[in-house]
Structure formats: C-alpha cells, structure tokens
T-cell receptor, first 109, second 110 residues
C-alpha cells in the first residue's frame, strides 16, 4: 500500500526566513510525485510533478527536489502570500494519487 | 484558463436527507475523480472514471454513495441518506496526466 508522510505538520516562518518541507513516501513503482498548494476552503492547486530521483523543479520562491525515499519543497525568502497548506501525493502503478496530511505554512511579517 | 467547475460550493443538510454534487471537468479530460477531504487530512479517492466507465470505486461506501458520468463529460456524486460523519469537503478533479482540482463542495450534515 502506498504511503506518504509529511513533516512538519505546521511551520511558522517570518518573511524572508527560508525553510524546507519534507515528504517521505513508500510506493510500488513511482509514476510521479506531486506537490499541491491548498488555501483554506479551496481545492488543491497544482505546483509540481517530479518523476525520478535527482529531478528538481522551480517556480518563483519554491523549489521541489526528489530522492528515492523523499521529496523536499524548499521555500526561499517566503512572503505572507505563501501561507497555505502544502500537500504531497504519489502515484504508483495503480495511477491513483495517495496524499499526505499536508504541512500548514504560516508566513508572518 | 480552463478550470474544473463544481456546484454547489456549500451544502447544509440534515441527516437522513439526500444530497447531490455536480462536477464539470476540464474540456477534453477523459479521467474524472471524486475525493473526500476531512478537515486536517489529505484528499482520499472515492471514485475514478475513465470516460463513462468506473475504473476504481473501492473506497466508495456503496450502501449510501453513488456516482455517475453518463455521457462521459460531467458527473454527479450522490449521498442517500446523509450521515453526520459525511461532513467534509468533496473535491472533483480531472486529468490527462496531471490532476487538476475544482473548488470543492463543503458539506455539513446536522
């Protein structure tokens, strides 16, 4: 059974204070690892897909990396508008997404 | 930019009543998903359609939940009768490769 564990559960940063979110996973036949951002009361918004170990992708202040056991979402110099819950999910041989419980990020001035 | 549409956005109902949610996927997306998300948790798949056919409904509580996608485009998820534990966000997603989510329907069962 595919499993995803995200840490920390919650993270509070000051504006400009860089940090990383962790996603550890076990999956049979990784077809993709996905990062989504979710604002309160809204649906998840797609950020990145990573397919193989060593792959990296960037978007504005966010950078996602992948190893054989985990993925990191690095946030560089965050702003208050980056506050959200960040969800990690994996797709295995069955192609269905298995999500973690998310990391709630709060960025303060 | 094409988006997944869902309605209603909010629904309050009493237990034992019937409720229905509607989803219109991104045009051209053959695969459609319904998820349930309980507050503080990640989304969990309820049912997956490929065109009009159900691919995976292993986590759908079939005694009270039903889903259909009759023409292979839009879809309806129904709960009858609703129970207190059904209170959650119901999310629809569609995909070619990447899953894109709609805004969700927040259900409160009293």
């Amino acid at each position: 059974e595919d499993q995803v564990t995200q840490s920390p559960e919650a993270l509070r940063l000051q504006e400009g204070e860089s940090s990383s979110l962790n996603c550890s996973y076990t999956v049979s036949g990784l077809r993709g690892l996905f990062w989504y951002r979710q604002d309160p009361g809204k649906g998840p918004e797609f950020l990145f897909t990573l397919y193989s170990a060593g792959e990296e992708k960037e978007k504005e202040r966010l950078k996602a990396t992948l190893t054989k056991k985990e993925s990191f979402l690095h946030i560089t110099a965050p702003k208050p508008e980056d506050s959200a819950t960040y969800l990690c999910a994996v797709a295995g041989t069955a192609s269905k997404l298995t999500f973690g419980t998310g990391t709630r990020l709060q960025v303060t001035l | 930019e094409a988006e997944v549409a869902q309605s209603p956005r909010y629904k309050i109902t009493e237990k034992s009543q019937a409720v229905a949610f509607w989803c219109d996927p991104i045009s051209g997306h053959a695969t459609l998903y319904w998820y349930r998300q309980i507050l503080g948790q990640g989304p969990e798949l309820l049912v997956q359609f490929q065109d009009e056919s159900v691919v995976d409904d292993s986590q759908l509580p079939k005694d009270r939940f039903s889903a259909e996608r009759l023409k292979g485009v839009d879809s309806t998820l129904k709960i009858q009768p609703a129970e207190l534990g059904d209170s959650a966000m119901y999310l629809c997603a569609s995909s070619e490769e990447t899953q894109y989510f709609g805004p969700g329907t927040r259900l409160l069962v009293l």
